[in-house]
């Protein structure tokens, strides 16, 4: 059994609030120095699912990550963690893609793999929180898609997956091959040691250019119109009346004519 | 943002590779033998390890010429304990920042994501653990089980705050000397409390690895839960927390209620005061270390941002006039007048001291991830300490104890390590 993971490198979503500064000229957000970056939590625990999987039925696990200038020290975290093999889809062309592209490079790289009996992604990169990759994998592939993992088993051929819904979680079970996207409910990704660091060098990592798909990625499907931080503006206005019930009736007004109530 | 490498792109073209970071200023020097200020280059002996190679590299990762970040340039990069000997000396003539250069490297390179694993462990259990040590943050109060002192975080209220650091709470050969500075502040009156458990980090490893990002998160939640706490004074004993405690969190630009001391300047205080006497004779002759962050490393620093004129084609004049942090208004009386005023001891000065003093070797992380570079640069201390003559080397910082103490015991040598309050404490 052969896995597949995908992981992305983001800006760290918990930096302090005073290093997030954005280029409104590019539109893009600005890497600040002294902050590094890391695998997108949601694909921790993807990733997290997959080891479980080889845990159980000694599957080949693959990390996949896609973009341009990715940091090796973060990345092989994964083989640290348990991942076999670890591929880099590095090229300034796989720079700044939007979800279906950034889909159907990573698709191309899993039919260059040839098998992958299970594909795991985040449910949606901290980044841009858009939720669409993962699918949009599935759908390169001609696969099917289970979202929003809680738990995954293989099971006599085939993927019994926990589904998280609104009021709780749905039971779902889905044919080999698949693309599942993993929720953070399935946990985080296991603890890494130092000793795991240093061995981590030692597994194969392997770098594919664009030219090594023989493919480049299609045009955009989105197009970002504005990148801003929101203002946040606070006008306190001091609402007086004779008596407290007045005060309360006059603030009732007030709530109305901004249409608050 | 503290840290940009942009903003000393100016100091890094100017360095003229004179070298003279490499040593202490020739005024200064006493001896071939202990002539060295930088434990990196003189260990290494490439000019990459000086404080004019790193500005070199720097320059160029500012400029984008580095095609290729390798492990080798990492590792020259963090094989310094940014003690900022190079600093001192490159002012003793010049006005060059050459120390935040170097932190500001740092910076650029995690903010690219070119990280040492070690260092990834220190701040994955900074972030977890809220302490640099990879203990559990449960733990982090035990040093004071059983001690008859306010906790500030179970909402008690105290003139004065304790800060303890990460290595005196999870150290168990020296949280014995957390313990006796409480006792002796208590002794002498002082209305003093801690956070126990509660207590974080001070964020200086963070810092000097260029993780600022991490840094400012703990130091930010520091200033507020010390505001919160209506503490007038924090103490430390750890010369690391006091140096980034006075030199950077002011650049936070979060006000802050309360005056940052250092023990040894509390306890000259309170001696001076007559609140602790000490009557005990120690007939000793001993030598103090000045650690760095309590010395050259704890003038707040002001970081300049103006105009450069060239005069005469050749002098550089700025329009406003630079503060230039030379090291000269560190902390070096108080732990001195302390050692002097134990009766029976006789205090004599190493060939380095002040802010040309050598490093003991463990700052900047260099302990925890590099510890052979670590034990050297203690083991040059020490022997530079033998050779005054003395029969213990005394400190006022927790990670140049354990240095030292690690380095003696390696070597099988007999030198003595005491921190300043466990001489006080004997004193008694």
Same mark, same amino acid.
């Given at each position: 059994?052969?896995?597949? &993971?995908c992981?992305k490198?983001i800006?760290?979503?918990?930096m302090?609030?005073?290093?997030f #500064?954005?280029d409104?000229?590019?539109k893009?957000?600005?890497?600040?120095?002294?902050?590094?970056?890391v695998?997108?939590p949601?694909?921790?625990n993807a990733?997290e699912?997959a080891?479980?999987? #080889?845990?159980?039925?000694k599957a080949?696990?693959?990390a996949?990550?896609?973009?341009?200038?990715?940091?090796r020290?973060?990345?092989?975290?994964?083989?640290a963690?348990g991942?076999?093999?670890?591929? !880099?889809?590095?090229?300034?062309?796989?720079e700044?893609?939007?979800?279906f592209?950034?889909?159907s490079v990573?698709?191309?790289?899993?039919?260059?793999?040839g098998?992958?009996?299970?594909?795991?992604t985040?449910?949606q990169?901290a980044?841009?929180?858009?939720?669409?990759?993962?699918c949009?994998?599935?759908e390169?592939?001609?696969?099917?898609?289970?979202?929003i993992?809680r738990?995954?088993?293989?099971?006599r051929?085939?993927?019994?997956?926990?589904?998280?819904i609104?009021?709780?979680?749905?039971? &779902?079970?889905a044919?080999?091959?698949c @693309?599942?996207?993993?929720?953070?409910?399935?946990?985080?990704l296991?603890?890494?040691?130092?000793q795991?660091?240093?061995?981590?060098?030692k597994k194969?990592l392997? @770098?594919?250019?664009?030219?090594?798909?023989n493919?480049?990625p299609?045009?955009?499907r989105?197009?970002?119109l504005?990148?801003y931080v929101?203002?946040?503006?606070?006008?306190?206005e001091?609402?007086?009346?004779?008596?407290?019930?007045?005060?309360a009736?006059?603030?009732a007004d007030r709530?109305?004519?901004e249409g608050f109530? | 943002m503290i840290?940009?490498?942009k903003?000393?792109?100016?100091?890094?073209?100017?360095c003229a590779r004179c070298?003279?970071?490499?040593?202490p200023?020739?005024a200064?020097?006493k001896s071939?033998?202990?002539?060295n200020n930088?434990p990196? +280059?003189a260990?290494?002996n490439f000019h990459s390890?000086?404080g004019g190679?790193r500005?070199?590299l720097?320059l160029a !990762?500012?400029e984008g010429?580095?095609?290729e970040?390798?492990?080798?340039?990492l590792n020259i990069?963090?094989?310094?304990t940014?003690?900022?000997?190079c600093?001192?000396?490159?002012?003793?003539n010049?006005?060059?920042? @050459?120390l935040?250069?170097?932190y500001?490297?740092r910076?650029h390179?995690?903010?690219m994501?070119?990280?040492l694993?070690?260092?990834?462990?220190i701040?994955?259990?900074?972030?977890?653990?809220d302490?640099t040590?990879m203990?559990?943050?449960?733990?982090?109060?035990k040093w004071a089980?059983?001690?008859d002192v306010k906790?500030l975080s179970?909402?008690e209220?105290?003139?004065v705050?304790y800060?303890?650091g990460?290595?005196?709470?999870?150290?168990?050969?020296?949280?014995?000397?957390?313990?006796d500075?409480?006792?002796?502040l208590k002794e002498?009156?002082?209305d003093v409390?801690i956070r126990?458990?509660?207590e974080?980090?001070?964020?200086s490893i963070a810092?000097q690895?260029g993780?600022?990002?991490?840094? +400012?998160k703990?130091?930010?939640?520091?200033i507020d839960?010390?505001?919160?706490?209506g503490?007038t004074?924090?103490?430390?004993?750890c010369a690391?927390?006091f140096?980034?405690m006075k030199?950077?969190y002011p650049l936070l630009g979060?006000e802050?209620k309360?005056k940052?001391?250092h023990?040894?300047?509390?306890?000259?205080e309170l001696?001076k005061?007559?609140k602790?006497?000490l009557?005990?004779s120690?007939s000793?002759?001993v030598t103090?270390?000045?650690?760095c962050?309590l010395g050259?490393k704890?003038?707040?620093? &002001?970081?300049w941002?103006?105009?450069? #004129?060239?005069?005469?084609g050749?002098?550089?004049?700025?329009e406003p006039?630079?503060i @230039?942090?030379r090291g000269?208004n560190?902390i070096?009386?108080?732990?001195r007048n302390i050692?002097?005023?134990?009766p029976g001891i006789?205090l004599?000065?190493?060939?380095r001291i002040m802010?040309?003093?050598?490093?003991?070797g463990?700052?900047s992380?260099?302990k925890q991830?590099m510890n052979?570079l670590?034990?050297w640069?203690?083991?040059?201390?020490?022997?530079?300490?033998k050779?005054?003559g003395?029969e213990a080397i005394?400190t006022a910082?927790p990670w140049c104890?354990r240095n030292f #103490?690690?380095?003696i015991?390696e070597?099988?040598?007999? !030198?003595m390590v005491?921190?300043?309050?466990e001489?006080v404490?004997q004193?008694?």
């Open positions: 059994m052969q896995v597949v &993971v992981i490198q800006l760290d979503p918990e302090p609030r005073s290093a #500064k954005i409104s000229e590019k893009r957000v600005v890497p600040p120095q002294g902050i590094p970056p695998i997108s949601f694909d921790e990733l699912a080891l479980r999987i #080889k845990d159980e039925h080949k696990v693959i996949l990550s896609m973009g341009n200038r990715l940091s020290p973060l990345l092989t975290k994964a083989l963690a991942a076999d093999e670890l591929i !880099l889809l590095e090229d300034t062309v796989f700044y893609l939007d979800s592209a950034s889909a990573l698709a191309a790289a899993i039919r260059k793999i098998v992958a009996d299970i594909v795991f985040g449910r990169a980044d841009w929180d858009s939720g669409i990759t993962g949009a994998i599935a390169e592939l001609g696969l099917p898609c289970v979202t993992a738990k995954v088993e293989v099971n051929g085939q993927m019994r997956i926990e589904r998280v609104a009021d709780g979680f749905e039971i &779902v079970q044919p080999l091959p @693309v599942i996207t993993v929720d953070s409910d399935l946990g985080g296991r603890h890494v040691t130092l795991d660091l240093s061995s981590a060098r194969p392997q @770098v594919w250019k664009a030219g090594d798909l493919m480049s299609p045009p955009p989105c197009e970002l504005d990148l929101p203002k946040r503006e606070t006008v306190c001091v609402i007086n009346g004779k008596t407290p019930e007045e005060a009736a006059r603030l709530l109305r004519e109530l | 840290l940009e490498l903003d000393y792109v100016g100091d890094m073209k100017r070298s003279l970071c490499k040593w200023p020739l200064q020097m071939w033998r202990f002539s930088c990196s +280059i260990r290494y390890y000086s190679g500005m070199a720097g !990762l500012a010429r580095l095609d970040i390798t492990d080798e340039l990069v963090y094989r310094c940014a003690c900022g000997a600093d001192s000396s490159c002012k003793y010049a006005e060059l920042e @050459v935040w250069p170097i500001s490297t910076a390179l995690v903010g994501g070119y990280l694993p070690e260092h990834s462990m701040i994955e259990s900074l972030r977890k653990e302490n040590m203990q559990p943050k449960a733990d982090r109060g089980e059983g001690l906790d179970k909402g209220k105290a003139e705050v800060h303890a990460c290595l005196y709470c999870y150290d168990p050969e020296l949280s014995a000397i957390a313990r500075t409480v006792t002796l002498a009156g002082v409390g126990g458990s509660q974080t980090c001070c964020g810092f690895l993780f600022q990002g991490e840094f +400012i703990f130091a930010e939640s520091n839960d010390w505001n919160a706490a503490v004074e924090v103490i430390t004993s690391c927390g140096g980034i030199s950077v979060k802050m309360f940052v001391l023990i040894t300047q509390y306890l000259d001696i005061q007559g602790l006497k009557s005990r120690l000793m002759r103090y270390h000045d650690p962050n050259r704890s003038e707040t620093y &002001v970081p941002k103006g105009e450069e #004129k060239k005069v005469l050749q002098f550089i004049l700025r006039e630079k @230039v942090h000269w560190g070096y009386e108080p732990p050692i002097r005023s134990v006789h004599v000065e190493m060939e802010e040309y003093s050598w490093c003991c463990a700052g992380g260099v991830t052979d670590a034990l640069t203690a083991s040059e201390r020490i022997e530079e300490a050779s005054v003395s005394i910082c104890e #103490k690690d380095a015991t070597a099988g040598d007999n !030198l005491y921190d300043i309050v001489l404490r004193a008694l």
